[in-house]
Each structure stands twice: as C-alpha cells, then as structure tokens.
C-alpha cells in the first residue's frame, strides 16, 4: 500500500524567489541532452526484442510527431516547420506511413496499443482524409483496442479544424482532444501571431462535447508579451465558464531568443516583469483550485474525477515524453521526425532535419539517430524522480525493496540538499517519508534536480527554463 497522497497546495513566494532557478522538466530521466549518437536502429531493435521477451503483452503507447504549422506563433519553442504549402505535409505523411509499417512489423501483434498521441506542430494541419490514412496505417499495422479502454488523443489548433472535423476525427476513433488558446486577450494575440477568438475555441469544444470527446485539455501560457494580472483572470474566467475543460495546463513562457529564432519577433520591453508572472501564476492558480480543479503537478490541473487526478491519488501517476499519463505499464513508440520513444530501459529518438529523415525512410531503415541504454543507476534515480514529481513524495523503504539498496547511504551525497530543503521548508523527512510541504509542490521540478546525477556531475549541453 502507499501512503495517502496529499493534493494540497501553497504558493509561497519566499520559497519560489530562493529557488526559481532553469531545471529540466523531467518528461526523461536522463534527460535528452544526454541521449548518445552510438545508440542506433540496431540498438533499438534489441531493446525491442528484450522487452517483447520479458514481456509478450506489454501494452504500448504510440506517438505521431506531425512538425507543420501554417504559421509561426512567435513563443514557440517545439520543433516544428512553418509553411503554408500542404504539399509538404502530404509527403511527409507518405514517409511516416512507411515508418508505421516498419515499426509495425517489430511488434508482436498481442501487444495493444492502449495509448495514441497526435503532437506537434500541429497535427491537424494534416486534414481528416490524411488523418484517417494515418488511422488506417496504424490499425492496419499496430492492435488498437476497443473506445472504452484506449486513451486516443490529439492536440489541437481550432485555426485548421473546420466544422465537422472534431466529429469526424471522433468517428474515426480519437476520444480525447487537447486544444492550444495560450490567451484570450487580442491584444496579447496579436503580440504572438495567434488570433484566435473565444468563439472559435468554443465552438471547437462544443463539438468535442458533442461528439463524445471523453476528455478536453486546454493549455495556456503566462509570461506573454502585455499579459496582466487583471487580463489573464479575465482569459481564465472565461475558459473556466464558457470552455469548463477538463483539465488544464498553465504553462510558463521561457524567453530563450538564442535558442528559438521565433522568439526573436518578442519585443523583451513588452514582457511581464518577474514579480506580475509569479503574481498571475499565484492569481491562476488560486482561480483554478476555487473552480475545482486539483493541481496535479508541473503546469498541469485537472478536475478530482478526471484520470490524472483520480492516478495520482491511488500511487500509480506516471510521466513521460507526454507530459503526465496514467499509462505507466507501456512501452512507448513514437513516430515521426524528432519523436523519441521509450522501450524497456532504452530511449531512442529519430533524426529531426526532415530531408536526413525522408533519407533513412527511403532507405529501408529506422529514422533513429541517437539514444540511451539506462544503467541501474539511471534507473533508480529515474524511479525516485518519476515517484516524486507524480506524487510529490517517496518512500525510501520501497525503493530500498526495489532496487536492493539502503538509500541514504546510496544517497549520501543528496543528504545535505535533503536536509537543507527540510530546513527550508520545501520538504518535510521522517525517516521514511520525504514528503513534498504544500508549498514545495509547486518548486518539484527542483526537488528531483537533488537526485540528478547529470546535474551534479556532467557538462550541461542545455540551459533548460525557469523551474517557475
């Protein structure tokens, strides 16, 4: 049995000014910056073929990376192609379509495919005829299962989604929907290049309702260019009344115009000072949680009956590449330019550039370019992060168990950083429990930077946002 789960939370200013410092995100452990270019297809066909033999029915979880977007939304950090010429989309749907059947063939047919995700880009650039090309491949190549057991989804842009798409993208068998607003005020619109009004966004909603949809997502970003306090309570009032989403993930805007050339076009001047984010993000928080949403963890909210939250309180939330899912069970493979998949003890993850992509496809092979076979190591600190950012706290008899060790001599060196936040009031320790303090959730990203070896001990290659 595990502990009960606290979902109590506490914004404490005094805690996020000590500790707001750049931290991974932790969708991996180790993080993809360390993934290594001799972890090639071959390495990945052996990380199948074990998986497949210490588990035959292991379900799995597939990803779909679909790079194109119309046009540039100018905070945009993903990896993406903008282009208005749907030529290109539709050849790059030939090759992954050729990539499904490839992967395809590595998977005994028994293992079922109980999650699928549509990410981007933007997914829906492709239309509903090239999606349910997509649809065909996949179920013609993989084992979906039945409505009521598989968690099939897809983000959405309502910008490329005409009347009728969301139910037709139902029909064909997506039951899940995750829509991008980011703001609802034109003004801060306009200063990103996403104009996108509440009508439109709602009308997208309703249709999913309509359709059946057993789950929407909203996602929204803090930290643009003019938002107020005053102004996002106005963005998050009429999503929590006229859009009531299921779930919601408040995202903070990180401004890395070295890294991201979009991000160029944001003037810096027209930022929100340090102080009116941390005031919107305590404002947003604050408003959901009055509204009824639980904080699950990270950006995310969602509602007390939603599958995420109902995870997290029984001990069996699970994080991945995805964000936060409650299908810790898979192996997860993804598709398609940039994607990167998790099998067994392995990451793998395909090229990005999509010609060097289109190259390995033509070729007969697998797009993979680079990866990671875990040591135990990585394994037991992937464990103690994965358990403290899904349920905020560890229990350091159970991971002894598991992992045949006595953790605090294992974890001597973390002792001081443990005992420090004990200090401080992030955590609290007795003995067996290191529980996160309701203020210290919100500062988790911080917490499992103490357990991170590559942290400690090896060159970053990547500055990574503000943990807040």
């Given at each position: ?23 991974p995100?932790?969708t991996?452990?180790?993080t ?14 052996q ?20 790079p194109f ?42 293992r079922?495919v109980?999650?699928?995700h549509l990410g ?5 650039y492709?239309?509903n005829?090239?999606l349910?090309r997509l649809?065909?491949?996949v179920?013609?190549?993989?084992t ?11 983000e ?8 009728g ?12 929907i ?16 996403r104009i ?6 709602k009308?997208v909603?309703d ?6 949809y057993?789950s ?9 260019p ?8 106005e963005t ?9 989403p ?9 401004h890395l ?8 076009r ?11 984010k ?8 604050q408003m959901?949680?009055e509204a ?12 007390p ?16 590449f ?6 810790a ?8 330019s940039?994607?990167i998949?998790?099998i ?5 993850q395909n090229?990005k550039?999509?010609e060097p992509?289109?190259?390995?496809i033509?070729?007969?092979e697998?797009?993979i370019?680079?990866g990671?076979?875990l040591?135990?190591?990585d ?10 950012i ?10 002894s168990k598991k992992h ?31 529980r ?8 988790i ?19 990574f946002?503000?943990?807040?």
């Amino acid at each position: 049995m595990h502990a009960p789960i606290s979902q109590v939370w506490q914004f404490d200013l005094e805690l996020i000014n000590r500790y707001n410092k750049s931290g991974p995100r932790y969708t991996s452990y180790p993080t993809a910056p360390h993934f290594r270019e001799d972890f090639g297809p071959d390495a990945f066909r052996q990380a199948v073929a074990r998986s497949q033999q210490k588990d035959p029915g292991k379900p799995l979880s597939l990803y779909f990376h679909i790079p194109f977007c119309d046009t540039v939304c100018y905070y945009c950090a993903c990896n993406k192609v903008i282009t208005p010429d749907r030529a290109r989309g539709a050849r790059y749907l030939e090759y992954l379509l050729q990539e499904v059947a490839r992967m395809g063939a590595l998977f005994d047919r028994k293992r079922e495919v109980v999650q699928l995700h549509l990410g981007g880009g933007t997914p829906t650039y492709l239309d509903n005829g090239q999606l349910q090309r997509l649809w065909d491949a996949v179920n013609a190549h993989f084992t979906l299962v039945e409505d009521a057991r598989g968690e099939y989804s897809f983000e959405a842009d309502p910008r490329e989604l005409p009347v009728g798409a969301v139910a037709g993208l139902r029909k064909m068998g997506m039951n899940r929907i995750s829509i991008g607003v980011q703001d609802l005020d034109p003004v801060v619109q306009k200063a990103v290049n996403r104009i996108q009004p509440l009508d439109l966004t709602k009308r997208v909603v309703d249709e999913a309702r309509d359709s059946g949809y057993a789950s929407v997502n909203v996602d929204l970003i803090y930290g643009l260019p003019f938002q107020s306090e005053a102004g996002f309570r106005e963005t998050l009032r009429a999503t929590i009344e006229d859009l009531d989403p299921d779930r919601l993930a408040v995202f903070n805007y990180a401004h890395l115009p070295q890294y991201f050339k979009p991000q160029r076009r944001i003037n810096e001047a027209d930022l929100p000072s340090p102080d009116t984010k941390l005031k919107i993000l305590e404002m947003a928080a604050q408003m959901l949680v009055e509204a009824g949403y639980v904080y699950i963890g990270m950006d995310h909210f969602a509602k007390p009956d939603d599958e995420l939250a109902v995870a997290q309180r029984q001990g069996v939330l699970h994080r991945n590449f995805q964000g936060y899912t409650t299908h810790a069970e898979c192996d997860l493979v993804s598709m398609g330019s940039t994607s990167i998949s998790q099998i067994g003890n392995t990451f793998a993850q395909n090229i990005k550039e999509l010609e060097p992509y289109y190259e390995r496809i033509e070729r007969g092979e697998l797009a993979i370019f680079k990866g990671l076979e875990l040591t135990e190591d990585d394994m037991l600190r992937q464990d103690v992060i994965m358990r403290m950012i899904c349920d905020f706290q560890l229990d350091r008899e159970q991971i002894s168990k598991k992992h045949h060790i006595d953790f605090d001599q294992y974890f001597s060196v973390e002792q001081e950083d443990i005992k420090r936040m004990v200090e401080e009031g992030l955590i609290e320790d007795d003995g067996r429990l290191i529980r996160c303090t309701p203020g210290g959730r919100l500062l988790i990203r911080n917490i499992c930077m103490t357990f991170d070896w590559y942290l400690r001990n090896a060159e970053q290659k990547k500055t990574f946002s503000r943990t807040i």
